[in-house]
């Protein structure tokens, strides 16, 4: 069964302190690994897809890498506005549809 | 070009009722998955479903539940008898094809009291 664990559940930033968000992922044939964000009463917000391990993406102050066991979302100067819950989902090869979430970081950025 | 959309925002319904929530695609995606929100628990994929065919209803219970996707209209998935464990948010997400991004309505908060 396909597994998706974030750490951690909860991180508290000051404005401008980086700081990384930790996406580890068990699954069958990776065809995909998506970050989205989610402000609270909201759907989730696509941000990117990564895969292939070595891969990154970037996108204002946030950068997505990817190896072949976990992703991370690295914040870099982060502001108040960048508060968020951040979920990872991972998409198997065979089913390629599904996907299969963790239960998010919640990001707090006190100015 | 408009988002996602799903109708009503939120739901309450009494225990034994139907609740039935909507979900219009993005234009010009065919493709559209239903995903449950538990309280404190990830997303649960449900169902996923293209024009007039359901392609994996795996994530849905076996009673009470059920969703279509006709030739004309939204995606509406249906909730017969309801329970309050059916409480929960509801998202809709659609894609231009099964390996495309998905992307993710605003939710139906239903409320079973």
């Known amino acids: 069964e396909d597994q998706v664990t974030q750490s951690p559940e909860a991180l508290r930033l000051q404005e401008g302190e980086s700081s990384s968000l930790n996406c580890s992922y068990t699954?069958?044939?990776?065809?995909?690994l998506f970050w989205y964000r989610q402000d609270p009463g909201k759907g989730p917000e696509f941000l990117f897809t990564?895969?292939?391990a070595g891969e990154e993406k970037e996108k204002e102050r946030l950068k997505a890498t990817l190896t072949k066991k976990e992703s991370f979302l690295h914040i870099t100067a982060p502001k108040p506005e960048d508060s968020a819950t951040y979920l990872c989902?991972?998409?198997?090869?065979?089913?390629?549809?599904?996907?299969?979430f963790g239960k998010g970081t919640l990001l707090t950025v006190n100015p | 070009n408009a988002g996602v959309m799903q109708n009503p925002r939120h739901l309450v319904r009494r225990r034994g009722q139907e609740a039935r929530l909507r979900c219009s695609p993005m234009?010009?995606?065919?493709?559209v998955y239903w995903y449950r929100q538990l309280p404190e628990e990830g997303l649960k994929f449900m169902v996923y479903?293209?024009?007039?065919?359901?392609?994996?209803e795996s994530g849905m219970p076996k009673e009470r539940f059920s969703a279509e996707f006709p030739k004309e209209g939204p995606s509406i998935l249906r909730i017969q008898q309801v329970v309050r464990g059916d409480s929960a948010a509801y998202f809709c997400?659609?894609?231009?094809?099964?390996?495309?991004?998905?992307?993710f309505g605003p939710g139906t908060r239903l409320t079973v009291t």
């Open positions: 989902a991972v998409r198997r090869g065979g089913s390629n549809y599904k996907l299969t």
């Open positions: 990564l895969y292939s």
């Open positions: 699954v069958s044939g990776l065809r995909g």
């Open positions: 234009k010009g995606h065919s493709h």
């Open positions: 479903l293209q024009k007039e065919n359901i392609i994996d």
């Open positions: 997400a659609s894609s231009t094809g099964q390996e495309g991004e998905q992307y």
